[in-house]
């Protein structure tokens, strides 16, 4: 066996995105796909800050009773002024009754769902060039005005 070490998480950042209402595109190929603007938002790291810009979207795919892939893609600007590039992909599955709540924006217990997601950065910053190198994971939650992630570096 090799001896490869195991890999920690380490705590990035906590985010809060408004998002607006939904657009429904309908029965797709693949699912019902579904167009969430991006509002705005706040991101709280470890000594640093950031806000979400306006102009983002989640595109989601409701791929049955149970379970939706989402694909947001947003950039946020730090406290200094960088910007940074999210492409956040996450897996998001529940009970049919609790999705069917999601979808029509009710509130869920955030424990009866599973949301688990792998955000990417991008970004020219010299001094935040480091993100373009790591893996992160994150957890969430959605609320029917917003989505609140905590994400960590795979160190």
Avoid at 12 to 39: T, W
Avoid at 94 to 101: Q, S
Wanted: some cysteine.
């Amino acid at each position: 066996m090799l001896n490869l070490p195991t890999p920690e998480l380490n705590f990035f950042a906590d985010l809060s995105v408004r998002v607006d209402k939904p657009l429904e595109v309908g029965q797709a190929l693949h699912g019902m796909r579904r167009v969430i603007p991006i509002l705005g938002g706040e991101v709280q790291g470890q000594g640093w800050s950031a806000r979400v810009l306006p102009g983002g979207a989640d595109f989601q795919l409701i791929l049955n009773q149970r379970m939706a892939e989402l694909d947001a893609r947003y950039v946020i600007e730090t406290d200094g002024g960088d910007l940074i590039f999210v492409q956040n992909r996450a897996v998001r599955t529940a009970a049919p009754e609790v999705m069917a709540k999601l979808v029509r924006g009710e509130p869920v217990e955030p424990e009866s769902v599973y949301f688990r997601c792998s955000p990417s950065f991008e970004t020219a910053s010299n001094a935040l060039s480091w993100i373009n190198e790591r893996l992160f994971v994150g957890t969430g939650a959605r609320h029917p005005d917003r989505v609140v992630m905590r994400f960590f570096e795979v160190a």
